[in-house]
């Protein structure tokens, strides 16, 4: 296991992902939704960041992160929360 990002790494992170993963769904999916979206944030942000958990766990985080504003801050200090627990 790699070591744990800290929330500015892990937030930079998502948002390359975000940024990539747009141009993905506009690029090759034609503008669909891509529904498995959790997935692909998961196996590139471990991708950039190394494995500081399983990209299960990384999918389901994203996933439960409701909130809708700020997403990438929220998202980040989630999952490092989450991390913290386990």
Known sequence: MSSVP???QLQ???????KTHHEFQENYLNGIRHEQWAM??????LG???NFTTATLLTKWLQDVS???DWFKKAAEFVLQK???N
């Open 48 to 50: 950039r960041l190394g």
């Open 12 to 18: 930079e992170a998502l948002l390359s992902a975000g």
């Open 83 to 85: 991390l913290e627990m």
């Open 6 to 8: 800290t929330v500015m």
């Open 67 to 69: 909130e809708k504003k």
């Open 40 to 45: 692909w944030y998961s196996a590139y942000v």
